[in-house]
């Protein structure tokens, strides 16, 4: 069975960073694309970036991008989200998403990934 557990969310004042981890086990985390989703109260889940298989292939949303990084580290099964300059709309849970199919570079669809973690929250002060 597939287990993602993602970890660093917190309190923090805008234009301070913060980076989130999402260990994955159960599978051969190496061939699966994985992606970040955040979800506002009251609001859809939406897509924050996406990460291939290979790492050498990145998607972000426009909201993040050139604020939030996503690697991954397959020797220890990790993923991870740089997230800096955080600002009040970027408060939200954080889902960590591994895709259901092998050997993609990733999606901003949530229906391409089949593997949730549990969340973890952000939220930043202004």
């Known amino acids: 069975q597939v287990q993602l557990v993602e970890s660093g969310g917190g309190l923090v004042q805008a234009g301070d960073s913060l980076r989130l981890s999402c260990a994955a086990s159960?599978?051969?985390?190496?061939?699966?694309?994985m992606g970040w989703f955040r979800q506002a109260p009251g609001k859809e889940r939406e897509f924050v970036a996406s990460?291939?298989?290979?790492?050498?292939?990145?998607n972000y949303a426009d909201s993040v991008k050139g604020r939030f990084t996503i690697s991954r580290d397959n020797a220890k099964n990790t993923m991870y989200l740089q997230m800096n300059s955080l600002k009040p709309e970027d408060t939200a849970g954080y889902y960590c998403?591994?895709?259901?199919?092998?050997?993609?570079?990733?999606?901003?669809?949530?229906?391409?990934?089949?593997?949730w973690g549990q969340g973890t929250q952000v939220t930043v002060s202004s």
């Open positions: 998403a591994g895709a259901t199919t092998r050997f993609t570079i990733g999606s901003t669809f949530a229906s391409s990934y089949g593997y």
């Open positions: 159960g599978r051969t985390f190496s061939t699966y694309a």
């Open positions: 990460i291939s298989w290979t790492g050498d292939r990145r």
